[in-house]
């Protein structure tokens, strides 16, 4: 195994009480087994946005400073039924 870090960590009673079932009913050999796949999970999820959090910010406020749209949401489901039309047929 990697060099391992001793972490404390504070859960609410709900996660926690998840991650004990999950080891109680023997899908981790261990709480610090649960919480690795976990942690390994929501960095791969990260991964594959493939956004950081500031490129994210950014994008928001990309959006925020084009100002509104002239479209409707009509405009907009319409749209959308059109291109999911198209999709359908191919």
Do not use: C
Request: aromatic content about 4%.
């Amino acid at each position: 195994m990697a060099n391992v870090e001793k972490m404390t960590i504070a859960l609410t009673a709900e996660q926690a009480g998840f991650v004990r079932h999950a080891v109680d009913s023997g899908e981790y050999a261990s709480t610090s087994e649960a919480i690795r796949e976990a942690v390994r999970e929501w960095k791969e999820r990260r991964d594959l946005l493939g956004y950081t959090v500031d490129e994210l910010r950014a994008l928001a406020q990309a959006g925020i400073d084009s100002g509104t749209s002239p479209r409707t949401l009509a405009d907009v489901k319409s749209e959308a039924r059109r291109r999911l039309a198209g999709t359908a047929r191919d």
